[in-house]
């Protein structure tokens, strides 16, 4: 049965406090894999799409990486505006686009 | 830039009663999704449609009913809504672009009481 596990489901950080957010999955062959931001109360924004490992993404203080078993959010030196619900979602081949999701890590940054 | 709108932000709707769920999304795109979103539960997928009047089931359609009249317009119906429909419901449309990527819109909170 295809999994997307994340972890730590929550995580507070001091603002300037750099940390990683995981993502690991298993299913039979990843066509790509997705990161989401998601404020409360609305949809979740596309930040990434990774492809096959070894790539890299990066935007702002955001990088996420792609191995063959996870992936990682880095965040680096937070500020309280990233504080939200970081979802991953895996896509595998031959399913159609349907998206399978974590159940999210919800990251507060404190000023 | 990607824009899907949904009818409502919030709705409250009585047990029994039927539900529309409206989903508007203006670029021309054939997939489209319908999602509810549960705490600990994640996003789960409930109906989507890859053309008009074309409609598969996600993993929890029990309950639920979908519309496609238009390429721009895909409906969620709750037949009889009931207190474990309570939840979060999000649209996505998938950009035809190679990429996968699928867009949301703000969601609807929905309780029905």
């Known amino acids: 049965e295809d999994q997307v596990t994340q972890s730590p489901e929550a995580l507070r950080l001091q603002e300037g406090e750099s940390s990683s957010l995981n993502c690991s999955y298993t299913v039979s062959g990843l066509r790509g894999l997705f990161w989401y931001r998601q404020d409360p109360g609305k949809g979740p924004e596309f930040l990434f799409t990774l492809y096959s490992a070894g790539e890299e993404k990066e935007k702002e203080r955001l990088k996420a990486t792609l191995t063959k078993k996870e992936s990682f959010l880095h965040i680096t030196a937070p500020k309280p505006e990233d504080s939200a619900t970081y979802l991953c979602?895996?896509?595998?081949?031959?399913?159609?686009?349907?998206?399978?999701f974590g159940s999210g890590t919800q990251l507060t940054v404190l000023p | 830039d990607v824009k899907v709108t949904q009818s409502s932000r919030y709705l409250v709707k009585r047990t029994g009663e039927k539900v529309f769920l409206e989903c508007v999304q203006d670029?021309?795109?054939?997939?489209m999704f319908w999602y509810r979103q549960d705490p600990g539960l994640g996003l789960r997928l409930i109906y989507f449609?890859?053309?008009?009047?074309?409609?598969e089931k996600g993993d929890i359609p029990e309950g639920y009913s979908v519309s496609r009249e238009k390429k721009e317009r895909f409906s969620l119906i709750l037949e009889s809504a009931s207190t474990n429909q309570t939840s979060m419901y999000l649209c996505a449309t998938l950009v035809p672009d190679g990429t996968d990527t699928q867009y949301f819109g703000p969601g609807t909170r929905l309780t029905v009481l």
């Open positions: 670029m021309d795109h054939e997939n």
């Open positions: 449609s890859y053309d008009v009047k074309m409609k």
């Open positions: 979602a895996v896509h595998k081949t031959g399913s159609a686009r349907q998206l399978t």
